[in-house]
């Protein structure tokens, strides 16, 4: 047990004695329900630091399986707080109405619950201003005694699942691949093979997969702007046309058994257009459950007692479309005599604001939730709005589905250019400018702190020290994303660069960070995969660092050298700058023209604030991406 009393949760023992006393705890009160759901969460941000950890795999599951059970818990506890609320809808309804429509929120949840008590057929929707959610229903659902909830949940139980779905299907699709590949190598071994292939033959596919992979990444060199348009227009990555998934795997596994520096692996995309893909986009602003449900019975007077009917049957999911909804569609068959409108063209709508706590760099997207197949889907959603102006977004669904809010991960990308700059002695700001909004992190010891011109509603990000980890998903929860993984580069269009070299560069730039600034060459786009070109020159002093005190660097895995020209010329030329000579780092032609506090400076230079530059520089690999 902790020392504020809660359990903790890396105990077996323990976390499930609380799991079981708060399941059967008869407490359903909202506002005691809500202050153990606040709890339960920093158990799981506990068991999420844990995992973080990279325990043994037995160790692991434990975890996965303790978090999965919490979070079933919550959703548990909640309809259990909700259906109380129904049971008592009659003593709480709204005189001007004659429903009763309630609003119960903390940090981490927001509840909003309406009863249709008086059923007017006249009824189209309800707004709770406070929050900013509203639906509209159909006519059929005015003068039915039902219940509607909207839960908005900060966190986020349900994406989770359609990772790990996507990841399994990932691995199965490599797993075949690599099993066709070994039976075949099987197979020449075993002369089952007709003919042998000779050098030549081999020299000519090696050429072959060279040739495919390089036009591959031709085809990814695009412009800016035509990749955003490219992206907005569709909610789903598509393979080109004509190339099948599995020969787009099948290319890239081989082009990667003769390429020496393979690029990440293809990540799997569904067959089905609808599904997202959780490497393209990213839920923000957690998940919105929007449910429709039975009414629990009420209670009534009768001489001077009061009667209720007690059910064990719990929360109900009313069904919509109903059964004979759904028979009606598929036969067209009207809703009466005197409509031309079948149940199927009745949809629910939906209004969202924003919520505070994200950055939303485009508009957003909506996408739902498929139970069955567990992932998120952008199809059944119609009639979608968006006002940028009140920060709302208004659409229809035809049916009621948990949702959420999408944005492209990798909106904010290729960067335009960036620069690293110290501050003095273990510190630094690394400054990016995206394609969207500008970001820079100020660096002082292992802490990072968030500056951005979009300060709204980014309260709790701005100014405050994190570590890198911690910065790092917290930017990406609150929209702001410059960090990649190993899919990035089939989302953005990149300069191709030497993995190794481009990791070497990093590390040395870190270790000089306390007195060199480095910046952004436009150059380095134009030079090959195993080059890399930058800015840099020695910075003692606080502030913008001088046009003319840049100089340009050409570096390689053996050779690097700093060049005669500046950044601003029209032509690229290799000659050495008057003076130098070739090194075989970057460090030390760095050191070789650095004053003694320099130097000073950098042999003074603290570990952790060298790791936490560095690991900024490998998250972005802005030497890449920009």
């Not at 893909?277 to 449910?291: A, H, K, R």
């Not at 394609?435 to 300060?455: D, F, P, R, Y």
């Not at 030329?573 to 003694?596: C, I, K, Y």
Request: glycine share 4%.
């Amino acid at each position: 047990m902790l020392c504020d009393g809660s359990p903790d949760p890396s105990v077996q023992p323990e976390i499930n004695t609380y799991i079981s006393l708060w399941r059967d705890d008869s407490e359903n009160q909202i506002q005691k329900v809500l202050e153990e759901c606040a709890l339960t969460l920093e158990l799981e941000k506990e068991l999420d630091f844990l995992l973080g950890d990279g325990p043994e795999p037995s160790i692991a599951e434990q975890y996965q399986e303790t978090l999965l059970s919490l979070q079933n818990l919550i959703h548990y506890k909640l309809n259990q707080a909700t259906e109380e609320l129904l049971k008592f809808a009659n003593y709480n309804s709204d005189i001007d109405t004659g429903n009763m429509q309630t609003v119960v929120k903390d940090n981490n949840i927001t509840l909003c619950l309406w009863a249709n008590l008086n059923k007017n057929p006249r009824f189209k929707g309800y707004k709770f201003e406070e929050v900013g959610l509203g639906f509209e229903l159909p006519k059929p659902l005015a003068v039915i005694e039902v219940a509607v909830r909207i839960l908005h949940t900060r966190y986020d139980h349900l994406s989770h699942h359609s990772e790990r779905e996507q990841l399994q299907k990932r691995r199965s699709m490599m797993e075949a691949i690599l099993t066709q590949n070994t039976e075949s190598s099987a197979a020449v071994h075993n002369g089952k093979m007709e003919g042998e292939r000779d050098e030549s033959e081999s020299s000519k596919q090696v050429e072959e997969c060279h040739s495919v992979r390089s036009e591959s990444r031709k085809r990814s060199a695009v412009s800016v702007i035509s990749a955003k348009e490219g992206r907005k227009s569709s909610s789903v990555k598509l393979l080109e046309e004509g190339e099948s998934q599995m020969e787009e795997i099948t290319t890239t596994l081989e082009s990667d058994q003769h390429d020496p520096y393979p690029s990440p692996a293809e990540p799997v995309t569904d067959t089905d257009v609808h599904i997202v893909d959780l490497q393209q986009f990213t839920p923000l602003g957690g998940v919105f459950y929007f449910d429709l449900f039975h009414m629990p019975p009420q209670s009534r007077t009768v001489k001077g007692w009061e009667m209720r009917e007690l059910l064990d049957t719990g929360l109900q999911v009313f069904p919509y479309p109903t059964e004979q909804s759904r028979i009606q569609s598929s036969t067209s068959v009207k809703l009466d005599e005197h409509s031309n409108t079948t149940v199927a063209s009745l949809p629910v709508g939906v209004t969202v604001a924003l919520p505070h706590s994200v950055l939303f760099l485009e508009d957003p997207q909506v996408a739902r939730w498929d139970p069955i197949g567990q992932h998120w889907r952008t199809d059944c959603i119609s009639e979608t709005s968006y006002d940028a102006e009140s920060r709302t977004i208004s659409f229809q669904m035809t049916a009621f589905y948990a949702f959420t809010l999408l944005q492209e991960t990798y909106a904010n990308m290729p960067f335009q250019s960036w620069e690293l700059r110290p501050l003095g002695q273990d510190s630094a700001l690394f400054t990016i400018t995206g394609a969207l909004i500008e970001v820079s992190i100020t660096v002082k010891g292992k802490q990072c702190m968030l500056h951005t011109e979009e300060t709204k509603d980014l309260d709790h990000l701005l100014g405050k020290w994190m570590s890198p980890s911690e910065l790092q998903k917290a930017m990406r929860k609150a929209g702001i994303n410059i960090f990649v993984n190993e899919y990035s580069d089939k989302y953005v269009s990149i300069n191709l660069k030497d993995p190794l070299i481009e990791h070497a560069v990093y590390e040395q730039m870190a270790l000089m960070s306390s007195a060199v600034a480095f910046s952004w060459s436009r150059w380095n786009a134009q030079c090959r995969q195993e080059h890399l070109v930058l800015q840099a020159c020695e910075q003692m002093e606080v502030g913008p660092v001088a046009e003319e005190a840049w100089s340009l660097y050409l570096l390689g895995a053996q050779r690097n050298q700093h060049l005669k020209m500046k950044e601003q010329e029209d032509s690229f030329s290799p000659e050495l700058a008057e003076g130098s000579e070739f090194h075989s780092t970057f460090l030390h032609m760095l050191r070789q023209d650095m004053s003694t506090e320099g130097q000073a400076r950098v042999r003074q230079s603290h570990h952790l604030y060298i790791d936490t530059v560095q690991r900024l520089l490998c998250a972005t690999r802005v030497l890449t991406y920009s």
